[in-house]
């Protein structure tokens, strides 16, 4: 067994390693600043770009955008899944379609949605929604047929009634996985969302990095490139622990 | 309008090579990185959360880095599906060589294999399921990443044609543009989901 002092050592060595020698390869005038800005070069530019309007306003459509992809499709799609499960027929009838829906590369219809949506919010939002919703729908249904029928029926022996059995039973032993489906649709929701900024739209983060893409302004979109990044790795980590939190009760299988 | 399936064909053509490229190199470097941080336990341990952390960031902004380091022809695609699609190769083969039971490196020490043995005739044998699927989704994701590449901004290939006649407004060739690319993504899916069936079979049996 590998003592955690010594992955956070390597961990942090290797990060500050890395950083390191860039930093001493810009120094040292080995790379080329305009395509590569040394890591000092890009956290001052981070700063200044913070404080920019136009990039706080970028941030703020491009959140905003995400949140509500995230607050609209991913419950919607967890509920339905539940629904599909619990009904007779519904699994065997609507899974292909879902499967389907989580096979197909969402991105090449982008110019559907743009033909149809136009390049406002309500495109961006549905886009990001979409390339979550089958990937949860799907998660939502393998948590619901992963509750073992025995506490279900010991449930009912002790005479809980439905609203009981689901609350006592049914959510809390759904929840790690669902959690873990919710944390894999908010990636996808950001990336779905990031993708049709970047391809076609007028405002959000992702058309200021295509803004600075064609000017070659390389450090502001380095800067930019890290703050998103930063965003949803800390979102990635928030829900993670969220997932361990409530799944303590649970066998974890990848030994972090 | 009727007689532009030889530009479509090339585009086609085009598409495909950068996709061929795209995969052989993200399965390549993805499997080598892999086998080595797999193979050593400590290295192992330490950078899955690393990566699995990394595998949260949306890959796809780097797009018009890409498109500024590697210009706006067919290496950038190549590049930008290689950085979409490496991730899932080498999470899945380290999560691989993680899940061989450790009997079976005992049993290879104890008949005084040499590391490279122990690599090639037992841990990746052993590993090939969880191996296999990260080729599958790796290869996957790569091949999303060049046609979404090729939409943002290129030259030539199906994407740029989906975005040329999507700016013209001319719906009809956007359409045939999109069901070229969903058929290679198709069909790439059910070859590589055959391919990764047979290797099934082949690991069990």
Known sequence: MVKPFTKRLIQCGTMCGFLFIWQCGAALGLINPDILPSPWTILQTLLVIIQDPDVQAGMAATGLEILIAVVVTLPLAILLGMAVVASRHGERSVAPYIQLGN???????LPVFIFLFGIGLVQKVIVGGLHGFFTVMLNAMGASKSVPDALVTTARFYGANKFQIFTRVYFPCMLPV???????????CVTGVLVAEMYVSRMGIGNLLNLWGTTSKVPQLMAGIT???????VLNELI?????RFGAWRQSMSGR | AQADGGQFLAAFWVTVMEMVWTVGITWLCGLVIGLMMGSIP????SFTPLLDAAFAIPWVVLYPLVVSWFGLDSPSKVAYGVILGILPVILNTMSGMKSIDSRYLLLARSLSASRLDTLVKIAVPLALPSIVSGLRIGAGLSIIGVIVGEMFTSTRGIGYLISYYRTLLDTGHVFLGMFLA?????????GLSYMEKKFKRYANG
């Open chain 1, 178 to 188: 669902l959690l873990q489906g919710i944390r894999l649709g908010v990636v996808l």
């Open chain 1, 240 to 244: 993670r622990c969220l997932e361990h």
């Open chain 1, 103 to 109: 096979a197909v590369p969402k991105s090449i219809f």
């Open chain 2, 182 to 190: 969903l058929m290679v993504a198709c069909l790439s899916n059910l």
């Open chain 2, 42 to 45: 400590i290295l192992r341990e």
């Open chain 1, 227 to 233: 703050l998103i990044g930063l965003f949803t790795v």
